[in-house]
């Protein structure tokens, strides 16, 4: 199973639980490969080139959606060289700062960037990467200038975030939940229209910036011409619960 990004970011850290799953209900180890590199395009050419025979399968995440309207020109066509197996979960986000920083509160954020234009890093999973477009989406509807500080996945981004080399993050719940529960984060806002189980105190973005709703999501993909009984098989195997996910 090929994941786009480096490891210990969200999509690592959920398609691992996901290999763990397949496992288990499978009766065959399921490995995965972390292929960073070109905003997942590397991880995502190499599944399609690989033999149709179910043995290599890329997780496939928001990232390889957006790459299509990013690069003018790939070596592959994600619609007809990938045959879709499943939808996993979706990925609810989080903003999330480190705690030295001065904003306890998403207004408080707000209104210090606006103070403080260019001089917040906010790190990033790389260009069209789910964190990537979160903060983008943030600035077009709050007016506000932050610097995005891009990283070969979230994995090498949360290191830095929770050194003091940047200062905020969107990032995924999945691969925060520990560092927020640690203290070593503060959430001021998630990113879903509602707020979360596992972070029932934490607002919400559209609580404070009227319409902001943002979320990723993960699924598997084969390469095209797989069988379609292999396929099949894959799919009634996928199923994995959200608490195995966020913990």
């Known amino acids: 199973m090929l994941v786009g990004y480096a490891a210990g ?23 995965v490969e972390n292929r960073a590199g070109a905003a997942s395009n590397i991880a995502a050419e190499a599944v399609v080139r690989s033999p149709p025979d179910g043995y290599t399968l890329l997780y496939v995440t928001v990232s390889n959606a957006v790459n299509v309207t990013l690069y003018d020109k790939l070596n592959f066509d994600l619609m007809r ?57 943030f600035k077009m509807m709050t007016g506000v200038d932050v610097i995005q500080v891009h990283y070969r996945g979230s994995g090498p981004a949360l290191p830095d975030l929770i050194s003091g080399q940047v200062q905020a993050m969107f990032e995924a719940v999945a691969s925060s939940i520990g560092y927020i529960r640690a203290g070593k984060l503060r959430p001021l806002a998630v990113t879903t229209a509602t707020r979360l189980e596992v972070l029932p105190y934490v607002p919400t973005v559209g609580d404070f910036v009227r319409g902001y709703e943002a979320s990723g999501w993960y699924g598997l993909a084969a390469p095209k011409n797989t069988p379609a009984e292999i396929v099949a098989r894959l799919n009634t195997q996928k199923s994995t619960p959200v608490s195995l996910i966020l913990g």
Request: proline share 11%.
């Open 81 to 137: 060289d990938l045959v879709p197996i499943a939808s996993i979960t979706r990925s609810p986000g989080v903003l999330e700062v480190n705690p030295s920083f001065p904003a306890q509160t998403l207004p408080e954020f707000i209104a210090y960037a606006r103070a403080n234009p260019g001089k917040i890093n906010m790190a990033s999973a790389g260009p069209g990467s789910a964190p990537h477009l979160y903060t983008e989406l």
């Open 9 to 31: 970011g969200p999509a690592d850290t959920v398609a691992r639980l996901t290999a763990q799953w397949l496992s288990d209900r499978l009766g065959q180890q399921v490995v």
